[in-house]
């Protein structure tokens, strides 16, 4: 099993996985050709997709979504709530398979594992991805961690994480009162040190230590974060190199992760 990113960020997210040969897009907030692009620098093209799942319907994630499918052929898998929000209609000669965040769902060689998270859209759900040996946990768009959500990622060999912001540079920063509330908000994006907490937590939960082969921060604000800082949170909970953590960038994503 692999996985890499197209790019993650406010900008725009995208992030493949793939096992056997059944190739999963986990959003797209890109345009048409600047997809092919990002595609292009993992050795993929477009046909290469079998099919695209989305987690809300946050411009950064659903934006590039319906004509990308369209245009390909590709099917399109998302619970109700999301296909609503986003616009029913952008949807017409799209095929979409409506999931339930609760539910697993079988997609070739990929196992779909979804879970609500408390973020400010209509019907969210984050994922993990398993071949049957070997997982895959994405977390990003959540304000708060929950027991589920813990559950849900305490056996993951490879974890991409939202690291949005540090609180500080968030809140003494030139945003406005009501957006500082509404990112830092229950309902708005993961903290570093919310998000180390959340690692922190699942070393603990037992079967779960030491089995992380990746753990990549993801979603980082261009203004209210810095790569050192996120890897920094995130490396002293695994007393780990800081280096060893990944960070996904806007523009270049990350490179292909074998999980082993
Ligand atoms: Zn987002
Ligand atoms: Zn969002």
């Known amino acids: 099993m692999r996985f890499a990113s ?15 040969s059944t190739r999963l897009l986990l959003d797209c907030g890109f345009g048409l050709a600047d997809t092919a692009r990002r595609l292009g620098r993992l050795d993929l093209a477009p046909e290469d997709i079998d099919g695209i799942v989305v987690t809300h319907e946050h411009d950064d994630h659903v934006g590039g979504v319906p004509r990308f499918a369209r245009k390909h052929g590709i099917p399109v898998y998302l619970t109700y709530g999301t296909m609503v929000a986003a616009g029913a209609g952008k949807f017409d000669d799209v095929a979409i398979t409506l ?5 697993p769902v079988p997609i070739a060689d990929i196992e779909l594992r979804p879970f609500p998270v408390p ?9 993990v991805f398993c071949d049957g040996q070997r997982s895959l946990g994405v977390l990003t768009d959540t304000g708060a961690s929950t ?7 305490s056996d993951v060999d ?25 990112i ?16 922190g937590a699942l070393t603990k939960i037992p079967g779960a230590t030491g089995r992380m ?29 800081d280096q060893w953590i990944g960070v996904a960038t806007q523009e270049d994503g990350f490179a292909w992760r074998e999980i082993t």
């Open 6 to 20: 197209l790019g993650s960020g406010s900008e725009g997210n995208g992030l493949i996985v793939q096992a056997g």
């Open 99 to 103: 999931i339930d965040s609760h539910t």
């Open 119 to 127: 973020h400010d859209a209509r019907e969210p759900a984050q994922f």
């Open 147 to 153: 027991s589920h959500i813990e559950q849900m990622l």
């Open 158 to 182: 490879a974890l991409v994480l939202e690291c949005n912001h540090d609180i500080d540079m968030l809140m003494n920063g030139a945003y406005p009162y009501a957006l500082k509330q509404r």
């Open 184 to 199: 830092s908000g229950r309902l708005g994006h993961l903290d570093n040190g919310t998000a180390s907490g959340l690692l």
């Open 213 to 241: 082969q990746h753990v990549i921060a993801a979603h980082l604000s261009k203004q209210n974060n810095t790569p050192v800082l996120a890897r920094r949170g995130l490396a002293a909970v695994l007393g780990c190199d």
